[in-house]
């Protein structure tokens, strides 16, 4: 097998990372993939930076030694504490970050209400902070962490009343009131999406960095002459740190049917 046939390995704090490579595995069925999800150690969103950038290096050392040909962080706090970090240290492999897609969000609802949804390290982090500067003369952009929700998504809630209440919690009368967009953080949140929009009440637009992340990495691939020539649909291997039965149930229930 010829390194175009290697895997490209996501890496996630848990499941949420699947949002991602469902988009990767739509746009690139052909490929073949690790999912890594880290759920041992989650949430990383209430940990130190230092402690994420130690965990993410330990965790792309271990897919580099599985044979990954590249790999996306798909956790926007990891991508934030130890992006640039690992990219300088694995410079023979391609790494590719997320980041919310608040680019998109501000210029396309300009003068409107945009909520960023977060973990509360993501928000505090100078690479969130650059890109709320960047883009804060364009829409009224304001930040929501969200400190306890990933692991609703963790547990395999993504409806109900008890997720409901919570993010009510989060997102009180003056938060989403008049908001026109809101911005997905996390990569988990995209697997509650339908509950968000039940709770803030009236039409809003949702915008997540998966389909632009997707399309970077293909992009990555590319460039670097490392995209499979294989005409077969690939497969994907799922990890979990957490070792339990009902995590690898709960990913594949998570990942799209190609």
Do not use: W
């Not at 100078?126 to 009224?140: R, T």
């Not at 998504?153 to 409901?164: K, M, P, R, S, T």
């Amino acid at each position: 097998m010829g390194k175009n046939d290697n895997p490209i390995a996501f890496l996630d704090s848990g499941v949420g990372g699947i949002s991602v490579l469902n988009e990767a595995l739509k746009m690139m069925p052909n490929e073949n993939y690790i999912y890594f999800g880290d759920s041992k150690n989650a949430p990383y969103g209430t940990r130190t930076t230092e402690e994420v950038s130690a965990i993410t290096e330990k965790n792309v050392e271990f897919l580099l030694a599985q044979g990954a040909k590249a790999i996306v962080i798909a956790c926007n706090t990891a991508t934030s504490a130890a992006a640039d970090y690992v990219r300088n240290k694995y410079k023979q492999v391609p790494i590719i970050g997320v980041e919310p897609a608040l680019k998109p969000a501000a210029l396309n609802h300009k003068g409107g209400k945009v909520l960023v949804m977060a973990t509360p390290m993501t928000l505090k982090e100078q690479k969130f902070n650059k890109l709320m500067e960047e883009y804060q003369e364009y829409a009224e952009i304001v930040p929501v962490p969200c400190g306890g929700l990933m692991e609703f998504v963790e547990q395999g809630i993504l409806e109900g009343e008890d997720l409901e209440v919570f993010l009510q919690t989060k997102l009180p009368d003056h938060v989403r009131d008049e908001t026109s967009a809101i911005v997905l953080g996390c990569t988990h949140y995209p697997f509650i999406k339908e509950t968000i929009i039940k709770v803030i009440g009236h039409p809003v637009m949702i915008y997540d960095g998966g389909v632009g992340t997707a399309k970077e990495l293909h992009r990555r691939l590319e460039r670097s002459k490392l995209l499979s020539e294989s005409q077969s649909i690939g497969h994907v291997q799922v990890m979990n740190t957490l070792e339990k039965e009902y995590m690898l149930t709960l990913s594949e229930k998570l990942l799209v049917k190609i």
